[in-house]
Each structure stands twice: as C-alpha cells, then as structure tokens.
C-alpha cells in the first residue's frame, strides 16, 4: 500500500525544502563520473514535484547549488552549470503548462551569464502560475544571505530609513532572498549525510528535519510521502508543553 493513503492531507507542510545530495556516490557506485548522476537527479526533481503537487504543498525548496560547491573539479562545476541551462530549456514549458512557478534564491548574478538569461526567461514565463512554487537554491549559502541581509539593513539605518530599535525578526526576515516565502515545516536531506551544508540557517528555527538514506537519484514519490508521513508523526511545540497544545 502506498505511503500516501496514509497522509492527511490537511496537515500536510505548506513548504518543504530539500538538500538533494548523493548524485556522485550514486553514480560512482556503479562505476560513471559524477555527471551521470546529476543528470539521473533531474528525473527524481520531476517525481518529487509531482508528489508535491498531489500533496498540494505550495512551496518547494531545492538546493541545487552551494556557494561552496564552485570548489569542485571545473568539470563537474561546467557540467551542472549545462546541466541546469539544457534541464530548464526541456522542462519549462511542460513546468509551465502544470501550474508552477519558479524563483530562485541565491546569488545569481554570480552564475554564468547563460544560466542568468535561461533563468530569467522561466522566471518570467511562470510568473502568473499559482499551483506550486519551485524554489532554486542557486550559488546560494545562508551565510551569505544574512550578510547581505545585514548590509541592506545597515545601509537603510545609515540613510535614515530604517530605526535601529524597529529591526526585530519579521523585519529582518524581510531583507532575506526568502522574504515572502514561508519558512519550511519539513526540511529533507538524502544521502545519509545529517548536516545543513549552509542551507537556510535563519529560515530553520523551527523545522523539522527528516533525514535519509536514499540517494538523490533514487529518491522518488513514495519517499516524498514517506518525509510527510514522518513530518505528520512530530509534535511541534514551539516551546509549550504538550498539553499546551489542542
Ligand atoms: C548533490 O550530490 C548535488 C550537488 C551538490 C550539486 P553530490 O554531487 O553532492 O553527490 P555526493 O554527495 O558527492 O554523492
Ligand atoms: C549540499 O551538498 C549542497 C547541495 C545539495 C547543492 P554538498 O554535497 O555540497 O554538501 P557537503 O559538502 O557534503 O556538506
Ligand atoms: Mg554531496
């Protein structure tokens, strides 16, 4: 039977994010360079949002590429960066015509100019769509992205515009690339590893974590449900006791 028949579907996270990792074990354990394995991610990111969109989750966080992942071998560096032009060239009509609406967080004008310019073009041929938000974590780390939060905001208090006493964390969550975008109930890890790699450090107070095993390329719509199911078996308490909570 099928993970899903046991979801309830009206406690299911509104925003689930996902570091998709273990492309290049899962490739080298059966003896291909690591490329191979990214290209076999592409197909289970096609899975994992279909099953997002049956859950009706309305905010899909990937992290497709760490600031610190430019300390890669070139090629592997050149081959995603393909990788991602080639994937949004052949997916984005089909993304499109289903409903989803892409962004990105990260800092983009850090990547080659013809990722920035297929990106842009996606961006602007989903914008009106409203069945889910696809999220890409691109030349993104959190550190980076409160830094910058933090410049904004000292540039802001500089001009006057900005109240030092006024900053609390609403507000600071304003000056993040996620600002408008909920923070994730559900963040899901592959590969076995349990560490956050720089992902979303502010945006994680409160989230629960449901690590895997899976390799990314193995990862496919029963383990999506699986996370859930999981998610739906926690009890989050935000600091009250249990008997606190209705
Ligand atoms: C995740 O898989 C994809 C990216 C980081 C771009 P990895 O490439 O990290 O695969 P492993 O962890 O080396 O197996
Ligand atoms: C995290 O995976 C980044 C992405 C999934 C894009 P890594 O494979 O780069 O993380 P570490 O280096 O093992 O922590
Ligand atoms: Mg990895």
Redesign the pocket.
């Known amino acids: 039977m099928s993970y899903l028949s046991k979801i309830d579907l009206t406690k299911t996270p509104k925003h689930i994010a996902i570091i998709?990792?273990?492309?290049?074990?899962?490739?080298?354990k059966q003896g291909h360079l690591?490329l191979y394995?990214?290209n076999f991610?592409v197909e289970s990111i096609r899975e994992t949002l279909k099953a997002a969109k049956e859950l009706k989750i309305e905010y899909l966080t990937l992290?497709?590429?760490?600031t610190e992942?430019w300390n890669?071998p070139k090629e592997?560096v050149d081959g995603?960066m393909d990788l991602l032009v080639k994937s949004l060239a052949n997916e984005i009509k089909e993304l499109s015509d289903t409903g989803v609406r892409l962004s990105t967080i990260g800092d983009i004008e850090g990547l080659p100019q013809e990722c920035q310019d297929e990106l842009q073009e996606s961006i602007e041929l989903t914008k009106d769509n409203n069945e889910i938000n696809l999220v890409l974590a691109l030349n993104y780390s959190a550190r980076w992205e409160i830094i910058d939060a933090v410049k904004k905001i000292a540039s802001e208090v500089k001009s006057s515009n900005l109240l030092i006493n006024d900053l609390n964390a609403e507000k600071f969550g304003l000056y993040l690339n996620t600002k408008n975008i909920p923070d994730p109930e559900l963040l899901i890890r592959t590969?076995g590893?349990r560490r956050i790699s720089n992902f979303l450090l502010w945006q994680i107070a409160y989230t629960e974590f449901h690590f895997t095993e899976v390799?990314?390329p193995d990862f496919k719509r029963e383990d999506l449900y699986k996370a859930v199911l999981d998610f739906q078996s926690r009890e989050r308490r935000f600091g009250k006791v249990s008997e606190q909570l209705t």
């Open positions: 998709m990792d273990g492309n290049g074990r899962w490739a080298q690591r394995g990214h991610g992290y497709a590429f760490s992942n890669r592997e995603l590969s590893e390799l990314w």
